[in-house]
């Protein structure tokens, strides 16, 4: 799985859009760039998925660049409840059944 | 979390006692993942399991064993824990090995301490 590099943490208002960058420069064309966070001791949740198209759901937006080497994810109105840490995970589509590496991930925190 | 039960959620043991936690899932996805979470390390994959009684090491398996008999749970022991096991653990589901089209559905995580 081709390396992802994250800030480690980032500021934003509340209501304002956060955009959360991540850097994936060795990304091979059958991988697919993964979001997931982890709000305080909880267990990581699934936030979006692509593999070169934008791609938009009820949480967040992802949007990857042409080269498919960075994207960002959106978090259109952030609101308190969205402090947690964000993982950007690259894995290929077809690969096997052995699980996702998890990096540091940037902790995102959402001032009042 | 919807589907996937962690047991217990907290746990104290002491030093050389054997443990097994417990993860339990309703969804029938073929494919279950334990990892451990400690300050500094991020989550680290410790065994998985593609299927009934086939399972697989992670990157930090020394220590532990795991068993699936059904599809529905996934057994992490520790057969003689030790202080360096004290950790938070999270059990995971998935669909597909890829995850590609479900995605991943972690538990809610068992805590434990060992004195």
Redesign the interface.
């Known amino acids: 799985d081709a390396k992802t590099t994250q800030p480690p943490s980032m500021d934003c208002a509340e209501g304002r859009a956060a955009n959360l960058p991540c850097n994936h420069s060795t990304i091979s064309g059958n991988e697919y760039v993964y979001w997931y966070r982890q709000i305080h001791s909880q267990g990581p949740q699934y936030i979006i998925h692509g593999l070169k198209n934008n791609e938009t759901n009820e949480m967040a937006s992802l949007i990857i660049t042409e080269d498919r080497k960075s994207s960002t994810l959106i978090l259109p109105h952030a609101t308190l409840r969205d402090t947690a840490v964000y993982y950007c995970i690259v894995r290929a589509g077809g690969g096997g059944a052995d699980g996702l590496t998890f990096g540091k991930g940037t902790h995102l925190i959402i001032q009042p | 979390?919807a589907g996937i039960t962690q047991s217990p959620r907290h746990k104290v043991t002491e030093t050389g006692t054997p443990v097994t936690l417990r993860c339990h899932q309703t969804e029938n996805h073929r494919?279950m993942?334990w990892?451990r979470q400690d300050p500094g390390h991020?989550?680290?994959?410790i065994h998985?399991s593609?299927g009934v009684k086939d399972t697989?090491k992670?990157e930090v398996s020394d220590g532990y064993s795991v068993s699936r008999s059904k599809t529905e749970d996934f057994l992490l022991t520790l057969e003689s824990a030790t202080s360096s096991q004290t950790s938070?653990y999270?059990c995971?589901i998935?669909e597909r090995?890829?995850?590609?089209n479900y995605?991943?559905?972690?538990?809610?995580?068992t805590r434990l301490t060992v004195v």
Do not use: C, E, K, N
């Open positions: 979390d494919y993942y990892y991020g989550l680290r994959l998985y593609y697989d992670g938070v999270f995971a998935s090995g890829t995850g590609v995605g991943y559905t972690f538990g809610s995580g």
